[in-house]
């Protein structure tokens, strides 16, 4: 295993450039040029702009923003009177639920226990 590591090391090893290398290299380079200046003309000068082109984009944007809004404020309105409406139906759900629950348990318990022995009261009465 370290011979192989050595045999690699030594191929990979650094090596100092012949003589004459960088000369060679910049003889078999293109000769340079010169940078290449633009000049760049400005146009005429355009007329003032109207007002109505000034205030143009702020409008626009202003006209889009107060649009947003009021659409998010709908639409989260609406979203709540939805889950409103389904808490509301979840409610009416649960406590018919528990009315019927109550029914059935108390139909359960008449039938598991046993009847209450009666009762003569001094007046006649018979209670239960």
Avoid: C, Y
Avoid at 27 to 35: D, F, N, T, V
Avoid at 61 to 78: D, K, N, Y
């Amino acid at each position: 295993m370290n011979d192989i590591e050595n045999e690699i090391r030594r191929a990979l090893r650094p090596l100092e450039p012949s003589a004459g290398f960088t000369d060679r290299l910049l003889a078999a380079l293109p000769p340079r040029q010169p940078p290449t200046v633009i000049e760049v003309r400005t146009p005429h000068a355009s007329p003032p702009a109207s007002r109505w082109q000034r205030f143009a984009a702020p409008t626009a944007l202003a006209a889009s923003m107060v649009l947003a809004i009021i659409g998010g404020q709908r639409i989260a309105l609406e979203r709540f009177e939805r889950e409103e409406r389904a808490g509301l139906a979840a409610s009416q759900a649960l406590m018919q639920a528990l009315r019927v629950t109550s029914r059935k348990l108390d139909l359960a318990r008449d039938a598991v226990r046993p009847p209450e022995p009666s009762t003569e009261t001094a007046d006649g009465e018979t209670r239960s």
